[in-house]
């Protein structure tokens, strides 16, 4: 029961978020409903989706894993490891500096580098689902903004090298927040001294 609604949560939330890269479609709906009614619509779908998303993987986890391989601990290793850039690309992304005029997209670069980080150390069938869609959406993702003639992002303005700081200084505490507090607090899982 779980899965399933993990799965349509997925559906939602990913739906909405590739819809965004469908151009002429978008552009349908915000002429029907409005700017503003579009992005009403397109936060409670998403709002929604994350919903189903979280329970339904909180009840997937409570009523049993589905194994389907165990990760070798130093691939949990190199997942911990690999948070960290990916959290930093995700805020360079919002402090555009250097490093998002180098990546171009450093927000779906880091969704990227998460969903990979956390398909390496995951080994259950509910995982392999939610990462992995993940995953691909942020592939198709950015395939599709290589075909836009727009940017695809918010217009923010873009600094230099002490954009890039603050970035990764943002970066380091949201990492240590995760890995500390929300992982372990939130998702009941300790990321460190398991």
Do not use: C
């Amino acid at each position: 029961m779980g899965l399933a609604v993990m799965v349509a949560g997925l559906v939602l939330f990913l739906g909405a978020h590739t819809l965004t890269t469908q151009r002429d479609l978008r552009a349908g709906l915000i002429a029907s409903w409005g700017e503003g009614g579009y992005k009403i619509g397109y936060a409670l779908v998403s709002l929604a989706g994350l919903a189903l998303i979280v329970w339904g993987f909180a009840h997937y986890r409570a009523d049993g894993m589905i194994e389907l391989w165990t990760p070798p601990r130093a691939l949990k290793h190199l997942a911990v490891a690999l948070m960290l850039p990916a959290v930093i690309l995700v805020v360079a992304a919002y402090i555009r500096g250097r490093i998002y005029t180098t990546i171009k997209h450093p927000m779906l670069s880091g969704v990227k580098l998460w969903a990979a980080a956390h398909l390496i150390a995951n080994g259950d069938l509910g995982g392999i689902i939610l990462f992995g869609s993940f995953l691909g959406w942020a592939v198709f993702d950015r395939i599709s903004l290589k075909r836009r003639a727009d940017p695809g992002a918010p217009p923010i303005p873009v600094g230099g090298l002490g954009n890039d700081m603050i970035a990764v200084a943002v970066g380091i505490v949201a990492y240590l927040a995760l890995v500390f507090a929300f992982h372990p607090v939130v998702i009941g899982i300790p990321v460190v001294g398991a």
